[in-house]
């Protein structure tokens, strides 16, 4: 069985800072880690390999020090890392990124399963899964919350929807993108990290791809969209009034009235 686990790295979002005057995140003012929910995808990769004997490979696309979230995936039992990594690969969309992962996935060999998270911190778009999914022409289930069976044929799986939980068995080749809730990562031990350490990522250039998709699809040139700007929302502040006076529940009562709270 084997299974590629997509992983990117992103911006420590509770301390990146942005630069409003050029409308940019500024990834420089905060560290970089691997996105939260990917190592969720991660873990129920290792979990999968440790049942099932399954093969894991780890892909991100970024530039070259996002070597290090393929490190942190090997350290966390993938077999293998695979950075695609290009100046023909900048500012790509959702939409180009999933053209380079997809073509990435296919020169990668057969799979069967695809694991992702359910977005990204920096992007919070969900968008990248589903549209590999498609680029491949397989299967794919979002907001999966739960993994309650896998076999070498076959895996079982709660997915979340806007009307509640549904179970759903499928068979493979099948993507899916798991949500906080389909585990708890474990730590890697250092054991672990220090093997990783020694491992080597294959790098990929976007020419690497050439047979596998169009190079004009990639990166700024192959998205339909782009980013015009940035803004950070004011912090919105609590306004409080203070009722004093006898008749104090009754100027209440009129201004949760006012506000329609006491409707019904």
């Known amino acids: 069985m084997h299974i590629i686990v997509l992983v990117k790295q992103v911006p420590d979002i509770e301390k990146v800072q942005f630069l409003k005057d050029k409308g940019w995140v500024d990834r420089a003012s905060a560290d970089s880690e691997i996105n939260p929910f990917d190592l969720n995808a991660v873990e129920a990769a290792q979990q999968m390999k440790e049942t099932l004997g399954a093969t894991v490979t780890a892909i991100s696309m970024g530039p070259a020090p996002a070597e290090a979230v393929l490190k942190e995936a090997i350290a966390r039992n993938a077999d293998r890392g695979i950075l695609l990594t ?15 992962l997809a073509a990435a996935i296919r020169k990668a060999g057969d799979f ?6 359910e977005k990204t911190v920096d992007g919070d778009t969900s968008q990248v899964g589903p549209s590999v999914a498609e680029r491949l022409g397989i299967p794919h289930l979002s907001f999966v919350s739960e993994i309650s069976a896998v076999a070498e044929d076959r895996i079982t799986m709660v997915v979340e929807t806007a009307s509640g ?3 759903v ?3 493979y080749p099948l993507l899916i993108t798991g949500t906080k809730d389909l585990n708890t990562p474990r730590l890697p031990t250092l054991k672990d990290k220090l093997r990783a350490r020694k491992a080597e990522v294959e790098k990929w250039s976007a020419a690497d791809l050439a047979d596998m998709a169009d190079l004009s ?8 969209t782009w980013v015009d700007s940035i803004s950070v929302p004011p912090e919105k502040k609590r306004k409080g009034e203070v009722l004093k006076g006898e008749d104090s529940a009754g100027k209440l009562v009129a201004a949760l009235d006012k506000d329609g709270l006491l409707k019904g």
């Open 86 to 100: 290009d100046e023909k690969f900048a500012g790509a969309d959702t939409l180009a990124t999933s053209c380079a």
């Open 112 to 117: 069967d399963l695809l694991l992702c998270g």
């Open 165 to 167: 939980s549904v179970i």
């Open 169 to 171: 068995e499928s068979g």
């Open 217 to 224: 699809k990639f990166g700024q040139e192959g998205s339909a």
